[in-house]
């Protein structure tokens, strides 16, 4: 009894062994991998490289054998693989013992230098086996500039154009904190990343070209510079309070400004001084029941190029509201849409639209400008001087000098070439056909006329 015993137990033992040295192949096998991304997160400064080390664990009694371990982005890659010290980017039937680990090292070298150098750079790694693929995402910070992920203001905070600034995650302005933005910076922002702004931004943009205050996604390479949707856009919350964008240029977003509720002081909640508002997949300026003060503004080939609802307190003066379609924007929706009203709520609306311009072309639109009540709350709703296309006149408004259905002619409309100009040219029927106001100079900072003013956002000089 005792030999047959030990035979038993020799012969589990043996059992056992063959296990651990044979290869597990169901597609149920299971490894861990120590992060799903590398960040290399350094700002260099000149040319450097730095590594990040990834740990792969066989999490089986058995050997695993990785058919594959590569680099997506192959030779043409900024990174580079070392596996248990061989460097390379693609290695095939790697062998993990039982409930052993493998480690990979991951390097980027950067020059920050470079020309068309991405500000982030990304790659993955594809590790395969037993039919399974894990990926590893690679994530490496590339030109110099300030890179901040879920950036919390909450003190008051001032930036100056240094360097560019890159905003992963989000931007979180806290109530009763200000952000300034001096002339010149350049805001880049990755697809997750809004600006909430609970506090106060204040943008100090001036009129030339380098002056300007831009916002934009972070994707400048091709095609992807000019997709809309780019990154989710500014959103001017409840506590928000006394916000003041000065040239200012918002480009690619999903909605550019968003605005909620009424000021908490009785200043507008936002003013929008000589600002561009472009390529916004959905809407350029969506405000619920809220208050700005525009002028000099373009708010371009967008989904929606302004919507107000839910009544509140608007005047936008000398602004062109403009969408021509092109192959990122369907325009099925008119370029600006007015209402008091919002999921089963009526509130007062006062508006005024004092020499604006409301257009869009090759779309699917015939009224530019629609104006809906609901309930018997205040409704005042002012179109003075301007140029619209519609057909059906918007009700329960007051117009005075409206041109109706007359080509505004832009000076330059090229969808091909993704290029428009919303200058006036000669001969455009919105020359000295506004009426006089306060404002003595354009979109361009140039003057104004010194009799009749012309519509929109331009002057023809």
């Not at 390097?107 to 993955?124: E, H, K, M, T, Y």
């Not at 030109?143 to 995650?169: C, M």
């Not at 090759?362 to 009224?367: A, H, Q, R, S, T």
Request: with cysteine; net charge neutral.
């Amino acid at each position: 009894m005792r030999c047959s015993g030990f035979l038993l137990s020799f012969l589990m033992l043996f059992l056992f062994s063959c296990r651990k040295d044979s290869f597990i192949t169901s597609g149920d096998a299971r490894i861990s991998i120590s992060a799903d991304t590398l960040k290399f997160d350094t700002v260099f400064v000149t040319a450097g490289s730095t590594y990040r080390t990834l740990k792969i664990f066989n999490d089986n009694n058995q050997k695993l054998r990785l058919s594959s371990l590569r680099l997506m982005g192959g030779t043409g890659s900024v990174f580079k693989l070392n596996v248990d010290g061989t460097p390379g980017n693609s290695f095939s039937n790697l062998e993990l013992e039982a409930n052993d680990s493998l480690y990979v090292f991951a390097q980027v070298n950067v020059n920050p230098g470079a020309v068309n150098l991405p500000f982030i750079l990304r790659d993955s790694i594809e590790i395969s086996f037993n039919g399974n693929k894990r990926l590893v995402q690679l994530e490496a910070w590339g030109q110099n500039a300030h890179f901040l992920r879920n950036k919390t203001v909450s003190t008051n905070e001032t930036w100056n154009n240094d360097l560019p600034y890159v905003i992963l995650g989000s931007l979180n302005i806290n109530a009763n904190t200000t952000l300034t933005i001096n002339k010149g910076c350049r805001i880049y922002l990755h697809a997750d990343a809004p600006v909430l702004v609970n506090g106060t931004l204040q943008v100090n943009g001036l009129k030339d070209t380098v002056d300007r205050v831009y916002f934009r996604g972070d994707r400048l390479d091709e095609p992807y510079k000019d997709y809309p949707a780019s990154w989710p856009g500014i959103f001017f919350q409840a506590t928000s309070k006394d916000n003041v964008l000065n040239y200012a240029i918002i480009k690619n977003a999903f909605q550019a400004i968003g605005v909620t509720d009424p000021a908490t002081n009785p200043n507008p909640k936002l003013v929008l001084n000589e600002c561009v508002i472009d390529n916004a997949w959905d809407a350029g300026i969506v405000a619920l029941n809220s208050s700005i003060r525009a002028r000099n503004c373009l708010i371009s080939n967008c989904g929606k190029n302004l919507l107000l609802a839910k009544g509140g307190d608007y005047q936008f003066i000398h602004c062109t509201m403009a969408t021509i379609a092109n192959r990122f924007i369907d325009h099925k929706e008119p370029v600006l849409t007015l209402s008091n009203y919002a999921n089963g709520t009526s509130a007062n609306l006062d508006a005024l639209f004092r020499n604006c311009i409301f257009w869009g072309e090759n779309g699917l639109v015939n009224d530019e400008v629609v104006v809906i009540k609901n309930g018997n709350t205040v409704f005042n709703v002012n179109f003075d001087y301007g140029l619209w296309k519609v057909q059906n006149a918007p009700a329960n408004t007051t117009s005075t000098q409206v041109i109706n259905n007359q080509s505004p002619l832009f000076d330059s409309i090229d969808t091909r070439n993704n290029y428009y100009d919303f200058r006036l040219k000669t001969g455009s029927p919105a020359i000295n056909k506004g009426t006089i106001t306060s404002l003595t100079t354009d979109l361009d900072g140039k003057p104004r006329a010194a009799g009749l003013p012309d519509l929109g956002c331009f002057e023809k000089q």
